[in-house]
């Protein structure tokens, strides 16, 4: 066994889990090109400071950056939002049409105690949109997520949705909440006294079980809605009844991070088996991110998934129909290695055809059980009279036919066996 192991809560990809990977991320860019987002791709590291915001009272900001640098003044990203909108102001991005309609897939990292579903690296597939408030974009970036869920196969996910109201709601609401918390003060662990102070809704996210109880019969957010927020979230769940994506309004889901205002949603697998960390993609809407980070006062609303949690859940529902990888030739030496052989797989792949050699001095018949193993579907083989003529010997796998060809048409003639699929 090797000396060394890859740091606990990663992850090395490989074989079928990485074609997995790259399988739901090619999906997800299609998917997101064909609605008119447009990729991004930001720094992994960036100024502590993107992250970590004047009261945040969020664990992600306060417990699980990785923090880099002599002063510690940089951080590991923990989430692609932030890096978003820190490109999106800087390069005033904001100067296009809008609504501007940005996607992204990327590993993020959080000092988590790892378990299943939940990583110090992780992959995120992401979206945010930039522009007026408006319902009709909540639904569709909602719409999107749920859509692309189904699109790869993903039947057993429901989507719980809540709203935080405008600024008026949730300072009417914050206040209940601290008088009804400040009963209970005593209970409350540290973490949730800070967060009473700061931004009791917070609380509601507790995972602590004695304060979920206490979080039961704690006031909820609609009585305190203004009329405007009221309709806002309305018209959100009036255009999701349109487009028939089902839902559940959960009146206590607040989510872990601080920013979010009005729509806030987390799409969870109903599956036994998923786990704990059955959260597959959350996110909402921001009012006031792209002003703090110094743009104009511009909404936004995205989410993001975590790939490793949708490929448990694919392979749980057995949603992964992974197609096996098959070569078109594969070119068997007994010339003991003539550079004949490099010349035939160069024009070979040239031409498009994905070809592996023989490298090493095997017997035919070891070669030929590389041919089955690696699926091949013709045989090219070159021996001492193949090199001396300038000349190979092609098979035809399925139809177990053999022809001598000159080298100018080795790719015809491998095409037309092949019928035609790679010309
Ligand atoms: P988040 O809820 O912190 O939101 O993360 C979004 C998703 O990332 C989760 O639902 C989960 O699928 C995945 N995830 C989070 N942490 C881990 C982990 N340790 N291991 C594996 N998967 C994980 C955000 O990050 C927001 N930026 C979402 C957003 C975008 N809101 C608006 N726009």
Same mark, same amino acid.
């Given at each position: 066994?090797?000396?060394?192991?890859?740091?606990?809560?990663?992850?090395?990809?490989?074989?079928?889990?990485?074609?997995?990977?790259?399988?739901?991320?090619?999906?997800?860019? =299609?998917? @997101?090109?064909?609605?008119?987002?447009?990729?991004? *791709?930001? !720094?992994?590291?960036?100024?502590?400071?993107?992250?970590?915001?004047?009261?945040?009272?969020?664990?992600?900001?306060?417990?699980?950056?990785?923090?880099? /640098?002599?002063?510690?003044?940089?951080? #590991?990203?923990?989430?692609? +939002?932030?890096?978003?909108?820190?490109?999106?102001?800087?390069?005033?991005?904001?100067?296009?049409?809008?609504?501007?309609?940005?996607?992204?897939?990327?590993?993020?990292?959080?000092? *988590?105690? !790892?378990? =299943?579903?939940?990583?110090?690296?992780?992959?995120?597939?992401?979206?945010?949109?930039?522009?007026?408030?408006?319902?009709?974009? &909540?639904?569709?970036?909602?719409?999107?997520?749920?859509?692309?869920?189904?699109?790869?196969?993903? +039947?057993?996910?429901?989507?719980?949705?809540?709203?935080?109201?405008?600024?008026?709601?949730?300072?009417?609401?914050?206040?209940?909440?601290?008088?009804?918390?400040?009963?209970?003060?005593?209970?409350?662990?540290?973490?949730?006294?800070?967060?009473?102070?700061?931004?009791?809704?917070?609380?509601?996210?507790?995972?602590?079980?004695?304060?979920?109880?206490?979080?039961?019969?704690?006031?909820?957010?609609?009585?305190?809605?203004?009329?405007? @927020?009221?309709?806002?979230?309305?018209?959100?769940?009036?255009?999701?009844?349109?487009?028939?994506? !089902?839902?559940?309004?959960?009146?206590?889901?607040?989510?872990?991070?601080?920013?979010?205002? &009005? +729509?806030?949603? *987390?799409?969870? @697998?109903?599956? =036994?088996?998923?786990?704990?960390?059955?959260? #597959?993609?959350?996110?909402?809407?921001?009012?006031?991110?792209?002003?703090?980070? /110094?743009?104009?006062?511009?909404?936004?609303?995205?989410?993001?998934?975590?790939?490793?949690?949708?490929?448990?859940?694919?392979?749980?529902?057995?949603?992964?129909?992974?197609?096996? &990888?098959?070569?078109?030739?594969?070119?068997?030496?007994? @010339?003991?290695? &003539?550079?004949?052989?490099?010349?035939?797989?160069?024009?070979?792949?040239?031409?498009?055809?994905? +070809?592996?050699?023989?490298?090493?001095?095997?017997?035919?018949?070891?070669?030929?059980?590389?041919?089955?193993?690696?699926?091949?579907?013709?045989?090219?083989?070159?021996?001492?009279?193949?090199?001396?003529?300038?000349?190979?010997?092609?098979?035809?796998?399925?139809?177990?036919?053999?022809?001598?060809?000159?080298?100018?048409?080795?790719?015809? *003639?491998?095409?037309?066996?092949?019928?035609?699929?790679?010309?």
């Amino acid at each position: 066994m090797s000396n060394f192991q890859n740091v606990k809560g990663t992850n090395d990809l490989f074989k079928d889990e990485l074609k997995s990977f790259n399988y739901v991320k090619e999906a997800f860019r =299609k998917y @997101s090109l064909n609605y008119g987002f447009e990729e991004i *791709e930001t !720094p992994v590291f960036e100024d502590l400071k993107v992250f970590k915001r004047e009261n945040d009272t969020s664990d992600m900001v306060n417990k699980e950056m990785y923090l880099l /640098g002599d002063e510690k003044e940089l951080a #590991l990203r923990p989430e692609g +939002t932030a890096s978003v909108i820190r490109a999106f102001v800087q390069h005033k991005l904001y100067t296009n049409d809008l609504p501007y309609k940005l996607f992204y897939m990327e590993k993020m990292y959080r000092k *988590e105690r !790892p378990q =299943k579903g939940r990583l110090r690296e992780f992959t995120q597939l992401g979206l945010e949109v930039f522009g007026d408030k408006n319902p009709l974009i &909540d639904a569709e970036v909602l719409a999107f997520g749920y859509n692309f869920l189904k699109s790869i196969g993903l +039947t057993q996910i429901k989507i719980l949705i809540n709203t935080l109201g405008d600024k008026k709601s949730r300072e009417k609401y914050s206040s209940a909440l601290k008088n009804y918390f400040e009963n209970y003060k005593e209970q409350l662990s540290e973490d949730s006294k800070m967060r009473l102070d700061k931004n009791p809704l917070r609380i509601l996210d507790t995972k602590l079980e004695h304060e979920k109880e206490i979080v039961k019969n704690a006031p909820c957010i609609f009585e305190f809605l203004t009329e405007d @927020s009221k309709n806002y979230f309305n018209k959100v769940l009036n255009y999701l009844d349109v487009l028939k994506i !089902p839902y559940e309004i959960d009146q206590k889901l607040v989510r872990g991070l601080d920013y979010y205002t &009005d +729509t806030v949603f *987390e799409v969870v @697998s109903t599956n =036994k088996e998923s786990g704990a960390q059955n959260a #597959l993609f959350a996110g909402g809407r921001y009012d006031n991110l792209v002003q703090y980070f /110094g743009g104009p006062s511009i909404s936004g609303v995205g989410f993001a998934m975590g790939l490793e949690r949708l490929l448990i859940l694919m392979k749980i529902e057995n949603a992964l129909n992974l197609q096996d &990888d098959e070569l078109d030739v594969y070119i068997i030496d007994l @010339s003991c290695g &003539d550079s004949y052989i490099l010349e035939v797989a160069d024009i070979l792949r040239k031409a498009n055809l994905k +070809t592996e050699l023989n490298f090493y001095d095997r017997k035919i018949k070891a070669q030929f059980k590389t041919v089955e193993r690696k699926k091949a579907k013709t045989v090219v083989i070159i021996g001492e009279d193949e090199v001396k003529n300038r000349v190979v010997n092609i098979k035809d796998i399925k139809k177990q036919v053999q022809k001598t060809v000159i080298f100018e048409e080795i790719v015809n *003639e491998i095409k037309e066996m092949l019928g035609g699929e790679n010309v």
